[in-house]
């Protein structure tokens, strides 16, 4: 039987504000010089205990920075609110109050999730908690790279310095209700001035707004499943795991 790996026990050496409505928080541990090198953009697992001692809370993440050389990575949570201003989420309530010294066991990394190089042009979309992927993705791309990038972020002021190719549009959209039913991010993509030639998608974001985007990407745009990533990070009105279980009814 396959061992099961002991999770990475980590530290919080920083944590602050990147903009108003995402919080960066850097972890350490000696541990994470094996963390394979093309590590950012993997998602990995948070460690939370829970009332069941065997059964902890885990939160999926991604590594948004990874120094080797100082055994570090970066880690951004997306705020977020219940409509009432109160905190809900296990993972953004301890992001908020995270300071130098909090331990937190992590799991994985997994893979990267990258998109399809082999393409005359790309479209990339995302909100807030997909940024940090999203941003490897575009790191990957060559440098004649051309098409768009759309991100849905929460305030104007929580757009960050993107470094795309410079044949790359960005489109930021402003959605002060992550979530909601108008999707502004789907609705953004449909008015992209659609690029000519085999189109290669990369797009992460909430779970409704993914399956219209789904539907745009392969029956209008008829994107090819080989080059189109598609993924939901997560799902209004409902937590982590029953969130992993929506998607895999989805997918069947
Ligand atoms: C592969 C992958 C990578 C991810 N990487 C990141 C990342 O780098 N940064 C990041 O911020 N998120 C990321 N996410 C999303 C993150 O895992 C979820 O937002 C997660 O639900 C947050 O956990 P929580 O404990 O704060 O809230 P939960 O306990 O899971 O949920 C509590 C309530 O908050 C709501 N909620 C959860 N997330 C949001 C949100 N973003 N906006 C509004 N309401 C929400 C839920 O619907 C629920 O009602 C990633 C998800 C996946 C699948």
Known sequence: ?????????????????????????????????SFPEQAEGAYFKLVFPS???????????????YRRDTHEIDVDFMLHNSADGTVEGVA????????A???????GPGLATLINRDADAFVLAADMTALPALAANFASLPA?????????????????????????????????YPGSDESPLYHAIKTLDWPKGQVAVWC???????????HYFSHVRQVSKSHLYISSYWKKGLHEELHKIAKQEDVE
Not at 101 to 107: E, K, R, T, V
Not at 204 to 214: D, L, N, V, Y
């Open 204 to 214: 992460a974001c909430e779970f409704k707004t993914m399956k219209k985007c789904r």
């Open 92 to 99: 953004v309530s301890w992001a908020m109050r995270a300071s």
């Open 51 to 65: 009332d069941n001692p065997d059964r902890p809370t885990l939160r999926t993440y991604t590594i948004s920075q």
């Open 144 to 176: 004649t790279a051309t098409g768009h990038v759309v991100v849905e972020i929460i305030s104007d002021e929580d757009r960050q310095i993107l470094n795309v190719p410079d044949g790359v549009q960005v489109h930021w959209v402003v959605n002060p």
């Open 101 to 107: 010294g909090d331990i937190m066991p992590i799991f």
């Open 1 to 33: 039987m396959a061992k099961k790996r002991a999770a990475r026990v980590l530290t919080v050496t920083a944590a602050y504000s990147l903009t108003p409505n995402m919080r960066r928080v850097t972890l350490f541990g000696e541990d994470l010089a």
